[in-house]
């Protein structure tokens, strides 16, 4: 027990919101935690948790059985520190947090801008965005992967994209807001990640890094732009269960703080194939100090921003050489890719330009269903201590 408190008392000192334009609401955190299980536990000792869980008042919010095994709760912690006196098979257990779609309004050290631009694409205009440019132009998505887009969701009825709901009759697009079962994108900032990824060549709007390439939507932000650490783990327990090798999950999202739960979910759910592209955050700072930016496994990439000089906004987030997460892992940023006046596609249509590693993430999201293998190898950039990764030679 000593180690499970002390756990938990360095993350809940490690946690704090990052700030956000635009927030309406955010989720109610009272007694939420996150508990994770050792990996061998039988399925009947499992249920006699969530048994006692119940019997004592508390809620089960997420089951995790594919990245991770363990629960999300709502209980007081004393409570639940009393059940993993009687259940060895608690390893720990964390608070949960809120998690932000990183910025994407404001002053450059907030972000970047945020302009709506309409083209009259009944004309047949359509926008080549100087991201792809600088990537060497589109890529021509492989047949069978899918860009799963961990985010505010995505607009399904959008002209220019190739959303995937369903697969056969399995449905593959799900969410894990509470109370909200609709994928609808009422913010915007899901769209904006799957038109980068994959826009069609359709001679509308724009046209992304991989054109036509699948996009599944994966809720797990509000429509003000807010979600809970507990629902991203589920998602990714979600998706590690039913991607498939060359698909790329794509996390435009972050906290301040450190997750060990988090970190154990993305390693094993790696293992399966699928790449994870994690935006760095729009701080202009260490990467150490952010999950899931920090993570740091084969298969799992953070993704830095530069505009069109190659350069890195000051509001990018980097690390140094001596980069180490709280959970006690190296960790560095691998590669820089556009993120600054990037335009895609708009929730509702039309296209809209935001700056961000938001925005830099799904470029490299787009490279990977593409058939693109991650060698970290290209341009590297840096400033003075500071160190974005590489622009990869294509």
């Not at 887009?149 to 009759?169: A, M, P, S």
Request: charged content about 15%; some cysteine; glycine content about 10%.
């Amino acid at each position: 027990m000593k180690v499970k408190n002390l756990f938990f008392a360095t993350m809940l000192g490690l946690f704090s919101t990052l700030g956000y334009a635009g927030i309406k609401a955010l989720p109610d955190m009272q007694d939420r935690h996150i508990i994770v299980f050792h990996h061998e536990v039988s399925q009947l000792r499992s249920v006699e948790i969530v048994n006692e869980i119940r019997k004592g008042k508390g809620v089960i919010k997420h089951q995790y059985q594919t990245a991770l095994k363990g629960l999300a709760v709502t209980m007081p912690l004393p409570a639940l520190q009393a059940i993993s006196k009687t259940y060895p098979e608690i390893a720990w257990i964390e608070p949960d947090l809120v998690v932000f779609a990183l910025p994407k309004g404001g002053k450059p050290d907030r972000g970047g801008s945020d302009e709506e631009s309409y083209i009259d694409t009944d004309n047949g205009t359509e926008v080549t965005p100087w991201g792809v440019h600088r990537l060497g132009g589109t890529k021509e998505p492989l047949s069978d992967a899918k860009a799963w887009i961990l985010d505010t969701g995505i607009d399904v009825n959008h002209r220019d994209l190739n959303v995937v709901t369903k697969q056969g009759e399995q449905l593959l697009s799900r969410s894990f807001i509470e109370g909200q079962s609709e994928l609808i994108d009422g913010d915007g900032h899901g769209t904006h990640v799957a038109g980068t990824v994959g826009a069609k060549a359709n001679n509308l709007d724009v046209v992304g890094v991989a054109p036509g390439a699948a996009v599944v939507p994966i809720k797990v932000l509000s429509d003000s732009g807010s979600g809970s650490l507990s629902g991203v783990i589920a998602a990714i327990d979600y998706v590690a269960a039913q991607a498939s090798p060359g698909d790329c999950a794509n996390l435009s999202l972050g906290a301040q703080g450190s997750s060990l739960a988090m970190d154990t979910a993305l390693k094993n759910a790696a293992t399966s194939g699928v790449v994870f592209s994690i935006a760095a955050g729009n701080s202009g700072a260490d990467i150490a100090r952010y999950t899931p930016a920090q993570v740091q496994y084969d298969h799992v990439f953070t993704i830095a921003a530069v505009d069109n000089r190659d350069a890195p906004p000051r509001w990018s987030n980097y690390h140094t050489s001596a980069s180490v997460s709280a959970v006690g892992n190296a960790t560095f940023v691998e590669y820089a890719l556009p993120g600054v006046s990037v335009i895609s596609t708009k929730a509702g249509g039309g296209t809209v330009t935001y700056s961000g590693t938001s925005m830099a993430a799904p470029h490299f999201c787009g490279l990977i269903v593409s058939g693109y293998n991650p060698v970290a190898v290209g341009k590297d950039i840096s400033t003075r201590k500071k160190q974005y990764g590489v622009i990869p030679s294509l």
